[in-house]
């Protein structure tokens, strides 16, 4: 049951999705933020919006691993259309992009 930090990051809430388990994104895992509650947590909790697209090396099969780290609005960096990078790999970046606002 993962709990989420709200949107101002002084509280928490909790999405019931009844019995069956369904794809429910988690909670974001860089730092939480200055103005977050630290009796909360260090993590910042909030919705996470992307996952981590920085190289992690290969699997047995040759295949590319990625960081898959969960990152919310706030700790994303967009390093391209379908690339996204957390706090820890935002270097990898080639120049951060400016977020779509849809």
């Not at 101002?8 to 933020?33: E, K, V």
């Not at 080639?94 to 977020?99: D, E, G, M, R, S």
């Amino acid at each position: 049951m993962p709990f989420y930090r709200t949107e101002d990051g002084g509280g928490t809430f909790h999405l019931n999705t009844g019995r069956r388990r369904r794809a429910i994104a988690p909670p974001c895992r860089a730092p939480r933020l200055p103005g977050d509650a630290p009796d909360i947590g260090s993590i910042c909790g909030r919705l996470s919006v992307a996952l981590c697209d920085a190289p992690a090396g290969q699997d047995l099969d040759g295949k590319l691993l990625t960081c898959d780290m969960p990152i919310c609005q706030h700790h994303r960096t967009k390093g391209g259309p379908d690339l996204d990078y957390c706090p820890r790999h935002e270097h990898l970046a080639p120049a951060p992009l400016p977020l779509e606002t849809r």
